[in-house]
C-alpha cells in the first residue's frame, strides 16, 4: 500500500504505512527505501530541514546496512533522489550514474537519471542522452512487465523531454497518446 500511494505522490499516507511495514519487518530495505522516499518528498521545500534531519541520516545507515545484507542496491538511486532534492544535481547525477551501474534491469534508476538530466542543462548531448536512457526504459518495460505499470512515468519523461527541446507540439502530441489510459495520474502528468 505504501507503494502505491507513493506512485499516486501521496506521501503523508505513504509514510503512515512504511511505517507500519518497517515496525513489521524491520531491516529490510525495500521498505526503508519507500520510507526515506516519503520523507525526501515531504521535506524538500525545506533544504536544509532535509539535510540536518537524524532520521533521514539514520535511515540511509540501515540502507546502506541492509543493501549489503540483502546484496541488493538501494541506496545510490536513493541517494540520486536526496541529493537531487537538496538541489545539487551534479551530486544527485554522480549516484544516478552508479544506480544504474549497479542496476542495470532497473527502469526507475535510468528514470531518476534521466529527470536530473533534465534539471542540470538542455544542450545536444545531455538531450541524446536522456533519449537513450528512455528507449532503456521503454525496452526493459516491454522486457518484463509490459508497458502499461510504466506508461505515466514514461509519459511523463517523454513529455519533459520533448519540452527540454523546445518541441511544445511534441510534448502536446506525447500527452494525448499518454493520458488515455493514466486514469487518476492525467492530472499529475
Known sequence: LAQILVIREDYVMAEGYARDALARAHGNPFIIDILLQCLIERKKSNYLDLLEDDEVADLFSQLEIADRRERV??????????????N????????ADAAVIANPGQVYAYAVRAEIKLRIRNDAETLRSVDVDIRQIQKLAEESKGLKPHAGLLGKLRIRFELAKGNVGGAIKQYEATSWNLGALRSKV
Open 73 to 86: 542496491t538501494f541506496s545510490s538511486l536513493r541517494k540520486a533522489h536526496f541529493y537531487s532534492a537538496l
Open 88 to 95: 545539487n544535481p551534479l551530486e544527485a547525477l554522480s549516484w
